[in-house]
């Protein structure tokens, strides 16, 4: 079936940094989201994109849809300690079933203040 | 507004007992519903889908199974819990993209 692949795994880096992380797929996409989860909750929608290109903020957030669109990256700027989480993309394939996404493995971020 | 309600929040549960965590929606209609695991903090398994009243589907073999009665209640049961099914649960609604999670339920079969 298909896949996503998210990298990296985790990441512990210092207060202040800037983060990123991607997930790549061999298969086109055309929905490309991503979450995150704080401990103990569920994830909750961070960024949405549905155009090849497409590059999207949600405050020190940034996502983009790549143009060959089987990838998408997520930045964090100047990361602070609540960044810590579990994110997670999705992403609906092309010709999948509308509505039902496939999740990557998840990024566990640590920061350390 | 459009929201989700899952509960227990926390359950632990005897193994060969029986499980019923429920999930109902508020705000919307004929949404798809999902039932996910999540272990050890990390990946979502997927394990039911449903596209409205009655209809299931299961992407993983197992010991649990769901049911959707109504158009906004989506339940998953088991009859006979065993250790291995201990998790994060979580529940989920579609319209029609973009995925919104309940709470979730911590499980833990001792």
């Known amino acids: 079936g298909q896949q996503l692949n998210q990298s990296p795994q985790s990441m512990f880096i210092q207060e202040g940094e800037d983060v990123s992380m991607n997930c790549t797929s061999s298969s086109i996409f055309n929905t490309w989201l991503w979450y995150k989860q704080d401990p103990g909750e569920g994830p909750v929608l961070l960024i949405a994109l549905y155009k090849a290109g497409e590059l999207t903020s949600n405050g020190r957030l940034t996502a983009q849809f790549g143009i060959t669109r089987k990838d998408s990256f997520l930045n964090i700027s100047a990361s602070i300690p609540s960044d810590v989480g579990i994110y997670f993309c999705a992403g609906r394939p092309y010709g999948g079933s509308q509505g039902n996404l496939i999740f990557g493995k998840g990024t566990k971020l640590s920061v350390k203040p | 507004s459009q929201t989700i309600h899952q509960w227990p929040a926390t359950l632990v549960q005897p193994v060969g007992s029986p499980l019923s965590l429920e999930c109902t929606v508020e705000?919307?209609?004929?949404?798809?519903l999902y039932w996910y695991r999540q272990a050890a903090g990390r990946g979502l398994q997927l394990l039911f889908y449903?596209?409205?009243?009655?209809?299931i589907s299961s992407e993983v073999p197992q010991n649990l199974s769901a049911s959707r009665p109504q158009d906004r209640q989506f339940i998953l049961s088991s009859k006979k819990l065993l250790l291995s099914d201990s998790g994060f649960y979580l529940c989920?609604?579609?319209?029609?993209?973009?995925?919104?999670f309940g709470s979730g339920t911590r499980l833990t079969v001792v």
């Open positions: 705000g919307t209609s004929n949404p798809n």
């Open positions: 449903s596209v409205g009243i009655g209809q």
């Open positions: 989920a609604w579609s319209v029609p993209e973009e995925y919104t």
